[in-house]
């Protein structure tokens, strides 16, 4: 929900708040990434919640929605990051 008001807010914004909120959306997005890789039990490869985070954030930004782009780049992850 938090990250779905964020993302509503890039539309409007100037390009340095733009980046502001685009480095708080991938920060959540880091910590929910460590959470739920921590709740399976896995180590992920290094480099594994960047790429993920960078990839929904230029979904996001490309207009898709949270769940898609969420789905989108899980499934990228998966193909690149083998666990």
């Keep these: 929900m938090m990250v779905g008001l964020v993302v509503g807010l890039l539309v409007g914004l100037s390009p340095a708040s733009r980046a502001s909120e685009s480095n708080t959306i991938r920060s959540f997005c880091l910590?929910?990434?460590?959470?739920?890789?921590?709740?399976?039990?896995?180590?992920?490869p290094e480099g594994m919640g960047p790429s993920t985070c960078d990839c929904f954030l230029e979904q996001v930004e490309q207009g898709a929605g949270i769940n898609q782009a969420r789905d989108t780049c899980q499934a990228e992850a998966a193909a690149r990051f083998p666990l």
């Design 31 to 44: 910590a929910a990434f460590e959470a739920a890789m921590a709740q399976a039990g896995k180590t992920p």
